[in-house]
Structures are given as C-alpha cells and as structure tokens.
C-alpha cells in the first residue's frame, strides 16, 4: 500500500470520528432526555397477559396535554396530527379515561401520568375489587355463597386497571423541571390558539418499553425453554422471592416434615405490595403496618420465651408474592405438604395473621375467621378460644377486638391458602370490619403520606428516626396485643401477659426505615456490610420481583426478625461468617443462623464494631409450585410471570410536518443517488484522474 492510499485512509477514518462527535453534540441538541420515567410493564398468567409495552423502537407521537375528559374527542376524533402521546394530571388517570384511549389505541400512541407531590383526596385502586378471588379458598366447591367476593366486596374502589392490557406504553413521570419543560414545549408548540390548529414544528415524545414476552405464562416459558444457545435470551421470568420464618423455640432445620411432639402456632403476614407503575409499591398500609406490627410483637416476645417458654412453639411467617395469588404461603403449604418443610400441616395447632391495621377507626381491630371449616365443632371451639385470647389481651389498653356483626368470608389472606389444604383454626386481624379502609390499595398513594408517618418540620434525620409518630402509638399498642395473644395461644403463663409490651421506639424506627428511608443509622448498625450499600435514601419498594433474586424487604426483614428475636454471640467474625461454631456443637449449626452485622461506630472513633448475632431466622423459596411442576396453566398455584425488556426510556424532541420530512426523504436519497454515481464514475476512470507519470532515474534538483 503507497503513501497516498494510507493518508487517504487516515483522512477517511478522522473525519469519521468528528462525524461521530458531531453526530453526538447534534442529538444532545434535538433530544431532552426524561429522568424518573416508571413504565407499566407486562405481566403474564396461565390465560392472558396485562400491562403495556411500547413497539421495538420505541412509539413517538405528538403531545397533547389532556385538560378534561371532554378533551379526549380531540385525540380519539378532530385532532389532526395523529398519533398522540397523551399527558394525564393524576385527577384524569380513571379507568374511564384510560378505557377510552385503549379502545381508540390507533390514534393514540402512549400515555405518561404526571404523579403529584400529595396524595389525591378521593380514593384510587388499580387493583380489582376481589383480589385473589380465584386462588383463595372460597370457590365452588367450597362454599359457593361465598365465592367472588358475592357477600363482601373487599376493595370496592378497585378499578382494575392493573388487570388490563394496552397497546401502548404508559409511564409515570415526577412533576419535576423535566415536566414542567414538556408542558411548556406543549403550549409553546402544540396547543391550539383561537380554535385554529397548531403550525408545525410540534412537540413530541417518544417512549420505549417494549416486552419480550406475549401471549401468556405457557408461551413465554416455551419459549424460553427453546434458548439454548451459551447466552441464551429469556423473555419472561416467574415471580418470586423468599419467605423469611422464625421459630421461638430453635428446631432442627434439616429434619423435614412431621414432628409428633411439635405444636405451632402460626403468627403470619405479607410483605410485598404492588401498583400499577413497576417499581412505584409503596405498600405502607397494605404490606407495612402488618408486617412491622409483628416484627414489633416477635421483639416484645424474644425475653419471655427464652425465660417462660409456652408449651407451643410460636412460627413467625413473612410471606413474599401474596398480592399475586398468593405465591409465598402457597408454596409453604406445599413443601409442608410434601415433607419440604421444618413442619408439616399436621403440627399447626393455629394460625394468627396480621392484615391492615395501619387505619384503625375509633382503635378497634376486626377478628375474621371462616365460617365454613367453624362448622366443624371443634375447630369452632379453637377459633373461640383464640377469639377470647386476643380480647383478654386487650384489656389494659386503649383497644378493642370485635367480630364481624354478619357471617362472612376471610378477607383477603395467607391463611385462605392453609384452609385450602385443610380446615385449621385462625383469626385474621383487621382494621376494617367489611370492606377495606385503604383507599389506595395497591396504588402508589399507599404511601407514608397516608400512613400519617409525618414530623414536625426542621428535624434532622437523626431526630426523625427517635420520633415517636402517633402512628408509631397505634401499631404498638396493635403489637401488643398480637404478642400477648400469641403468648397465651402458645400456652404461655397468664401471669406473664402483663409483662408483654412492643416497644414504640422500635416500631417508630421500622416505619421510618420502610416507608422513608431505608438508608439510616439505625438499619446501617444491624444489617451485614454487603446489604449497607444498597440501602436507599428513598422508601422500600415491595413490588415482589422475580424467581429467586432477594429483594430490599426481604432482605431487611430477615435481618431484622433476626437483631429483634437473636441474640449476641462472642465469636469471631470468620466463624460466624462461615457458621462454624466450636466443632463439637453439631446441634447449633442446623438449628441457628449466624449473622456477622456491622454494629455502631463507637464515640471518638473511626472503625464500626461488629458482633454475630445468632437467630433462628431462615429464608425459604416463595416461588409457586407451578413452575416446580411445569403446570404453567396450573389453577391451584399462582402462574405470574413478569416478561424481560431491554431499553425502558423516554424523550421528547421538535418534530418536522409530514410534506417537509418527506422532502428531507427525497434530498437524501438524491444526494445518496448521486453520490454513487459519482463514485461509480471516479472508480471507473480512476486510472486516468489518478494517474502520474514517474520522473526519469537521473533527474538532479
């Protein structure tokens, strides 16, 4: 190769980098990129699929800030530039509105609700008005009166909107300076002036979420069975987590199955909570205000247990996926059924759970329990006794616990999934009699905001956290009960029950922990060094994840259950991190986990002082049998599968008219035409343009 070709080369290949560099600085200039853009995104079960996705490359369309529903004919009808991205104020994202686009989906190419710094004052649920309605155990067979929520509708301002699919993407934006930019770039350039349509140049977004998944659960895992290349690309993945489970009494964890002398009592509840945005769950009184009041009760039981121990042992268990069918306690029963378990269904002696109990009115709590398995006598006569040990706990203090007036179904529960398999005496705790009091279940509303976790104004971090919220009050005291209860059905001594308080300051710090902040003093002393760094400055999500990846709250609330129920062990970080205790204890290492956390920084110094906590707190898969099985059209067990996406993004941009972009078109290609003629003809004759004769051997200079 001659010089001139490698200049030429050279040439070609630097001008191609300042082309690159300039085409960079050129899209900075035509594209504002959104930040905190949530996607809906889509979900698959055993027959259909919901939520929403964007095409492959993403969906642009003109935007039209959407004032009223009476506003809706001009993007569904007269509007004149086709498709629209719609922007919704919070007050107009209703299923009405939002049915409306999805019926006129051809004219309509995205939608982007601004969420609002405060909560609305009406209520708002996406979720359906019968959750759960069919994995629960009112059904046909069951008890037909019961079934579908025909006697007590649950949650009657859900809207389902969480249940529907769309044909085009929708995302949640902050009301932030990015949104008041796209509003502005709306009036500036779309927005009509004296009934006159707007002149183009028009603002527009462009939104991408595509999903890899379509169709339902069965399709998508057929099809990633059919990935079996060495980076195989999946395009759905099961919902799923981790239940967390302790015992008051340590129990040899690799002795599965049926213990005869064992007797549990179940003490249960949810984590996870959902909306209709991915990622926005907030879950404060739907998931939160029942799980932080037991881990306050299992903290006010830890002394007296180990020092008055009940004739029972008491199970706490936090179940993870129950808002989808009830994914985490389906599964325990199953592996109790199947001998998986540390018991099986034959030592439950009773189940406790705790629902919502973060609203309660007039501080009463709702004792629920099934009318059906109480037709048998002596299940009747548990559940009584239960009944009566949750009102003798109450008292000394300002609470009272009711029945329903009216024969009616369980709520909601994780206990529905246990009567499944065979009657069992339990109470589910409420704060509502019939239908919920949450106006915002499974919303992004659910929030602290509703919770009334609030503080005077001016406090710093640390002063928030000591805080006792009056919210904080009100689940103590529920706490209380819940321990007190349990104690005397674990036939604990009734003398002790006085002695039994849930401590406020510690209910005060979890609610802060999960429903402010998880990044803080307190959860950075009592989690290990590996979780500290994915603390948040910003509330928990409980959005339940998929198969098997441990997610925030489970995290937490398995290091929590453990520093409120464990106790401190002298040993060496090595051993504790290994498990390893002296070599002769063969019984601590099945029935204890050790836990080395990163503990407090000591004043006037620099370094955090860890200790090993031991606990009897394990992890167990909350992944629905189903896919254990195979049975992806399984319905028994839950079937949801979340699909996989690769670029979830938005921007918006100016957006040249149809005639001028079509001129743009022509030029392009006639200037690409004739650039390869050009270069057609230069190559053909580029022994002639090129050539150069060679000077004589003998010239002199």
């Not at 800030?65 to 007269?78: A, I, K, Q, Y």
């Not at 034959?346 to 709590?365: F, K």
């Not at 129920?565 to 029935?591: I, L, P």
């Not at 992890?619 to 979830?648: C, G, H, N, Q």
């Amino acid at each position: 190769m001659d010089l001139v070709s490698k200049k030429w080369i050279f040439n070609v290949l630097l001008s191609m980098c300042f082309i690159g560099a300039a085409c960079t600085s050129v899209e900075k200039k035509i594209y504002v990129h959104l930040n905190n853009t949530v996607p809906c995104v889509r979900l698959l079960n055993a027959t259909h699929q919901i939520g929403c996705q964007s095409s492959l490359s993403g969906d642009v369309g003109v935007l039209h800030v959407l004032e009223s529903e009476e506003n809706l004919d001009f993007v569904l009808r007269t509007g004149l530039h086709p498709p629209y991205m719609v922007i919704l104020e919070h007050r107009l994202f209703t299923r009405s509105i939002m049915m409306k686009l999805n019926n006129g989906s051809s004219r309509v190419a995205g939608v982007a609700v601004v969420a609002p710094d405060a909560n609305p004052a009406e209520g708002f649920s996406p979720h359906n008005t019968c959750p759960n309605e069919n994995t629960g155990v009112y059904s046909e067979t069951y008890d037909p009166a019961l079934a579908h929520c025909s006697t007590t509708v649950w949650n009657p301002l859900g809207n389902g909107l969480s249940y529907e699919e769309f044909d085009f993407p929708i995302f949640s934006l902050k009301d932030d300076n990015k949104t008041r930019f796209i509003r502005q770039c709306y009036f500036d350039h779309n927005r009509m002036v004296n009934g006159s349509s707007p002149q183009y140049p028009l603002c527009a977004m462009q939104l991408f979420s595509h999903m890899s998944a379509v169709t339902n659960t069965a399709t998508c895992m057929r099809r990633n069975d059919l990935n079996l290349g060495i980076t195989p690309e999946y395009v759905c993945d099961p919902l799923g987590d981790f239940n967390v489970w302790a015992t008051t009494r340590p129990l040899n964890n690799t002795a599965k199955g049926h213990k005869m002398s064992e007797s549990v009592v179940i003490a249960a509840t949810r984590l996870d909570s959902r909306s209709f945005f991915f990622n926005i769950a907030p879950g404060a009184q739907s998931a939160a205000s029942g799980f932080v009041t037991l881990l306050a009760a299992a903290h006010a039981l830890r002394n007296i247990t180990q020092e008055a121990p009940p004739n029972r042992t008491i199970l706490y268990a936090f179940f993870q996926g129950e808002t989808f069918d009830y994914i985490g306690s389906s599964r325990m029963v199953y592996d109790m059924e199947n001998g998986q378990f540390l018991v099986d269904l034959d030592n439950i002696h009773s189940v406790l759970e705790v629902g919502q109990v973060g609203m309660r009115a007039n501080s009463r709590l709702w004792l629920h329990s099934d009318p059906v398995s109480r037709r048998n006598g002596s299940i009747d006569e548990e559940v009584k006794t239960l009944v009566e040990n949750i009102r003798s706990a109450v008292m000394t203090l300002n609470v009272s616990a009711s029945e329903p007036n009216v024969s009616q179904p369980l709520p909601p529960s994780s206990f529905q999934r246990f009567l499944r398999s065979r009657p069992i005496p339990g109470v589910v705790i409420a704060d509502h009699e019939s239908s919920f009091s949450n106006r915002f279940y499974e919303s992004m509303y659910d929030n602290a905001e509703y919770m009334r976790v609030s503080y005077p104004q001016n406090m710093t971090q640390e002063e928030q956290l000591q805080f006792v919220t009056d919210t904080a009050k009100a689940l103590t005291e529920v706490a209380t009960v819940l321990a007190r209860a349990l104690y005397k059905q674990a036939g604990g001594d009734q003398s002790q029950l006085s002695g039994i308080n849930a401590d406020p300051q510690i209910v005060t710090q979890m609610l802060y922990s999960f429903l402010i902040q998880s990044n803080n003093s307190w959860l950075q002393q009592i989690v290990p060094s590996d979780l500290a760094g994915h603390l948040k400055n910003t509330a928990t999500n409980f959005y339940v994840g998929v198969m098997l990846q441990s997610s925030e709250p489970t995290h937490l609330v398995q290091h929590l259950l453990a520093n409120l129920t464990g106790n401190v062990v002298n040993v060496t970080q090595q051993d504790c991190q290994n498990q390893r205790m002296e070599e002769s204890d063969t019984v601590s290492k099945h029935t204890y986990t050790y836990t080395w956390v990163q503990g407090a920084v000591p004043p006037n110094a620099t370094e955090r002082e860890g200790y090993c906590v031991r606990s009897t707190v394990h992890l167990s898969k909350a992944v629905s049998p189903a896919f254990d099985l195979r049975e992806f059209t399984s319905t028994d067990y839950s079937t949801w599968t979340e699909s996989r996406w690769k670029t979830i993004k938005g921007r918006i941009f100016l957006v040249a008219s149809h005639e001028l972009e079509m001129v743009t078109l022509g030029v392009g290609v006639g200037v690409l035409l004739t650039s390869l003629l050009l270069t057609y003809v230069i190559s053909s004759k580029a022994d002639i343009l090129f050539s150069s004769q060679r000077e004589p051997t003998n010239a002199t200079y």
